[in-house]
């Protein structure tokens, strides 16, 4: 997936669907029509507000995998099913008060979205020497491959601002 701008087919001379999207002063650019594209925002606009149970399920394909390359708060990763997806999420509601993704790009090509993501969270407890009130950012790549109009897979690159406890906002 590159961010050509171009149609599929005029990349890559075969009908394939390309969207670029990309976030101008708060507006998201009208060419993220692509249904997946719409899909992958929608997805993360519900766990921005606290998705979590079937809500959250409904995004997902039964089969979902989702993985987790090594970050500063998983060092050795994590893989996910449904089931684990699902218990994260209601973790993720006891560890967090607020959390947002701010999607900075994106790109559609077929069954599979790229977004670039600036997430951040605000701790409602405290992590390690972090405490309750803490403002974590992380700068995300997230590929998406889709199957029957659900989520069937998600890669995740985390990179995480320094975790610093001194600073709050």
Do not use: K
Not at 96 to 105: E, I, K
Not at 149 to 167: H, K, S, T
């Amino acid at each position: 997936m590159t961010g050509t701008g171009a149609t599929g087919s005029e990349a890559t001379g075969t009908d394939v669907h390309r969207t670029d999207m990309t976030r101008t002063a708060g507006n998201r650019d009208p060419l993220a029509t692509h249904p997946n594209t719409a899909l992958a925002l929608a997805y993360h606009e519900a766990v921005s507000r606290g998705a979590v149970g079937d809500e959250l399920a409904g995004f997902l394909h039964e089969d979902v995998v989702h993985q987790e390359l090594p970050n500063a708060l998983f060092p050795a990763g994590a893989v996910r099913d449904l089931g684990a997806l699902r218990e994260a999420a209601a973790r993720g509601q006891e560890r967090l008060s607020r959390q947002s993704f701010d999607v900075l790009n994106a790109v559609a090509s077929d069954h599979q979205v790229a977004l670039e993501v600036l997430w951040t969270g605000t701790l409602a407890v405290p992590l390690g020497n972090l405490p309750a009130g803490h403002v974590m950012r992380a700068h995300i790549a997230t590929f998406l491959e889709f199957r029957d109009g659900r989520i069937v897979a998600q890669r995740n690159y985390d990179c995480y601002e320094p975790l610093d406890p001194a600073r709050t906002s």
